[in-house]
Nanobody, 124 residues
Framework: QVQLVESGGGSVQAGGSLRLTCVYTSRRLCMGWFRRAPGKERDGVATIVSDGSTSYADSVKGRFTISQDNAERALYLHMNRVKPEDTAMYYC?????????????????????WGQGTQVTVSA
C-alpha cells in the first residue's frame, strides 16, 4: 500500500510560480502528477520513472518540471509561467508497473494510488 500526501497549492497570478510537493510512504517505479479542472476529466501533467526519465503533457512542456528526492520520499512539480488554464485540483499518483516504458503516457485509471489533491488557482 502506498500513501501520498500533496501540499503546496494555492492562489497565484498568471506568470507566477508555484511548487507542489507529494510525500509518499513507498516509491513505485512510475509516479506522476495529474490535474482535474472544473467540469473536465482528470488529465496527466507529468510522469517520472525512478531512473529519472520524465514525460510532460504538451500544455505544460517548457513551463513545468517534475522532480524527485528519493531520500526525502518526495515528488515535486515546479510550475513556472502559470496560466489561468492551469487552474485545477492537482493530484500525485503512483502506478504498479514492471517496466519503465509502461509509465509515460499511462492513463489515470491505470494508476493505483492517489493523494487527496491540492488546489491551484491562477488568476489573470
Amino acid at each position: 500500500q502506498v500513501q501520498l500526501v500533496e501540499s503546496g497549492g494555492g492562489s497565484v497570478q498568471a506568470g507566477g510560480s508555484l511548487r507542489l510537493t507529494c510525500v509518499y510512504t513507498s516509491r513505485r517505479l512510475c509516479m506522476g502528477w495529474f490535474r482535474r479542472a472544473p467540469g473536465k476529466e482528470r488529465d496527466g501533467v507529468a510522469t517520472i520513472v525512478s531512473d529519472g526519465s520524465t514525460s510532460y503533457a504538451d500544455s505544460v512542456k517548457g513551463r513545468f518540471t517534475i522532480s524527485q528526492d528519493n531520500a526525502e520520499r518526495a515528488l515535486y512539480l515546479h510550475m513556472n509561467r502559470v496560466k489561468p488554464e492551469d487552474t485545477a485540483m492537482y493530484y500525485c499518483a503512483a502506478a504498479n508497473v514492471l517496466y519503465a516504458k509502461s509509465c509515460h503516457g499511462r492513463p489515470p485509471n491505470e494508476f493505483a494510488y492517489w493523494g487527496q489533491g491540492t488546489q491551484v488557482t491562477v488568476s489573470a
